[in-house]
């Protein structure tokens, strides 16, 4: 147990510094803008490139591993939405918010610092994957999903929306890091040395800014109101989710152990930041996305610290179905 808990106490306590400065500077919301920029556009992007462009190329086409993990997410998107619908008497828009807030994990931010830090650096291509995958699924949902109930406002025909998802998922930095990585592990390239300590650098730097700025942001969108859905979106984003994945994997079968963690590491984690971009990008359930995200991001300090410490300890073996 002491090993868990000395793996996520610097991870959360990032979390918490951020939180805590936020709270004594009182800074506005906005002036963590160049940070995001910095994180999104150029620390993580080498994290993902530095990582990857040392990988064998046969790790990287995977299919099983991405079908397993996509379709785990869907499946988690559509039952919260399906829940909400109901609830809230056939709102599309505000329960489509609702399924991301329960299927949009922080696997940005969280993701590949956590996961590297506990399972090392084979995790780095389950987790590429499952960062590319699921965030193509969720550019694809909330448009889609926004469209179809007319709250987008845009009027837009079927293929400038399908144009629309494609450029959002090919620009993304993440993305791009990616496809790039890979590009250069397939013709075994490797940048100059003084290009490769910049991005070593870079990478080293992008765990910390990541976890210190979702901690100011967390401070600076404080709940004024609990969602009344908001024990449904808690147990599924963090309990269900993780366990569909788990079967799945298990029952698509023979991934490496590693493989496996990492996959159901990244479904356990909070609703991601994002959640709440969404929400204010299309005005509904705004200021409760922000609580779905600060309330789940709280609890998952117990629930992945447990996660962590089954796996890391033999009590979740690696396949459910050997």
């Known amino acids: 147990m002491a090993n868990v808990i000395g793996l996520v106490l610097p991870f959360f306590g990032l979390i918490l510094l951020g939180f805590i400065?936020?709270?004594?500077?009182?800074?506005?919301?906005?002036?963590?803008?160049?940070?995001?920029?910095?994180?999104?556009?150029?620390?993580?992007?080498?994290?993902?490139?530095?990582?990857?462009?040392?990988?064998?190329?046969?790790?990287?086409?995977?299919?099983?591993?991405?079908?397993?993990?996509?379709?785990?997410?869907?499946?988690?998107?559509?039952?919260?939405?399906?829940?909400?619908?109901?609830?809230?008497?056939?709102?599309?828009?505000?329960?489509?918010?609702k399924g991301l807030a329960a299927a949009y994990g922080n696997i940005g931010y969280m993701g590949p610092g956590l996961?590297?830090?506990?399972?090392?650096?084979?995790?780095?291509?389950?987790?590429?994957?499952?960062?590319?995958?699921?965030?193509?699924?969720?550019?694809?949902?909330?448009?889609?999903?926004?469209?179809?109930?007319?709250?987008?406002?845009?009027?837009?025909?079927?293929?400038?929306?399908?144009?629309?998802?494609?450029?959002?998922?090919?620009?993304?930095?993440?993305?791009?890091?990616?496809?790039?990585?890979?590009?250069?592990?397939?013709l075994s390239f490797q940048p100059p040395a003084a290009a490769q300590t910049l991005l070593n650098y870079l990478a080293n730097a992008a765990a910390p800014c990541a976890l210190f700025a979702m901690g100011v942001t967390l401070a600076l969108r404080p709940v004024r109101r609990v969602p009344s859905d908001m024990g449904f979106i808690v147990a599924i984003k963090l309990a269900i989710h993780p366990l569909i994945v788990y079967v799945m994997l298990s029952w698509l079968g023979n991934f490496p152990p590693t493989w496996v963690y990492s996959g159901v590491l990244l479904a356990a984690l909070p609703t991601a930041t994002n959640v709440f971009v969404i929400a204010q990008q299309y005005g509904v359930w705004v200021e409760r996305a922000s609580a779905s995200v600060l309330i789940t991001t709280t609890a998952s300090v117990v629930s992945v610290t447990a996660l962590l410490y089954a796996m890391t300890n033999g009590l979740i073996p690696p396949d459910l179905f050997p």
């Open 115 to 186: 996961a590297l830090l506990a399972f090392g650096e084979e995790a780095v291509v389950p987790v590429a994957l499952v960062f590319c995958f699921d965030n193509t699924l969720h550019f694809i949902m909330a448009p889609l999903m926004m469209a179809l109930s007319g709250k987008d406002g845009t009027h837009e025909t079927p293929l400038h929306l399908a144009l629309g998802v494609v450029k959002r998922v090919l620009t993304h930095p993440f993305i791009l890091a990616t496809i790039v990585g890979v590009g250069a592990a397939a």
């Open 21 to 97: 400065a936020a709270k004594i500077t009182r800074q506005r919301l906005d002036a963590l803008g160049w940070m995001n920029t910095f994180i999104i556009y150029i620390a993580l992007p080498a994290l993902f490139f530095n990582l990857l462009s040392r990988t064998p190329v046969e790790q990287l086409t995977q299919w099983r591993f991405v079908v397993g993990t996509t379709f785990s997410t869907y499946t988690v998107f559509a039952l919260m939405f399906v829940i909400a619908v109901v609830r809230s008497g056939g709102d599309i828009p505000e329960s489509t918010i």
